[in-house]
């Protein structure tokens, strides 16, 4: 059975500062910033890892324009580069194992597999030349930095662990 105000019999100034009271309760203290909204959440990174694991140019979508990147790149444009230099060789898969995030970052745990799909002689991509047919796998912990709008400001990691070094391996 509920219970009404008036059926308290609590006098009517009583009612309204008990109210008010609870009212209040509800409203950010001043000076504290009401907690902003996670724009970078786990749906948003399925998102980002689909467009990983596809090689589609629109994963940069997800970076501000002066993303602090690994391996000392910076810029969306450099990001861009990087990514255009490396997709007509290897296809990189990311598999998260954990994923967590708030509004000002967010962290990961990835095992990534790279596959060498066409023969590349240019060391400076890869660091040595690699064989269609080659794979690497690796371990690892991603730290994202968000900015205001829920961008990637900064993209910060250990070196990986190799699980797999450079072999070649069927497809």
């Known amino acids: 059975m509920m219970t009404t105000l008036a059926q308290t019999k609590l006098p009517r100034r009583q009612c309204l500062v008990a109210f008010a009271a609870g009212s209040a309760a509800l409203l950010p203290l001043p000076g504290m910033a009401a907690p902003r909204r996670v724009l970078f959440d786990r749906a948003a990174y399925d998102r980002y890892v689909r467009f990983m694991n596809a090689s589609d140019p629109k994963v940069v ?26 997709r007509p060789y290897v296809r990189e898969t990311l598999d998260v194992l954990f994923f967590c995030s708030d ?32 794979v690497q796998r690796t371990h690892g912990f991603l730290l994202y930095v968000l900015n205001d709008r829920g961008l990637i400001a900064e993209i ?15 497809a």
């Open 103 to 134: 509004a000002t970052g967010a962290a990961a745990e990835v095992h990534s597999k790279l596959r060498c799909i066409k023969d590349c002689d240019d060391t400076t991509i890869f660091g040595r030349p690699l064989k269609a047919g080659e």
């Open 61 to 86: 979508d997800f970076y501000a324009d002066d993303i602090k990147f690994v391996m000392n790149i910076r810029g969306k444009a450099e990001v861009s580069n990087f990514y255009a230099r490396q």
């Open 156 to 170: 910060k990691a250990p070196p990986p662990e190799i699980l797999q070094p450079w072999r070649i391996e069927a």
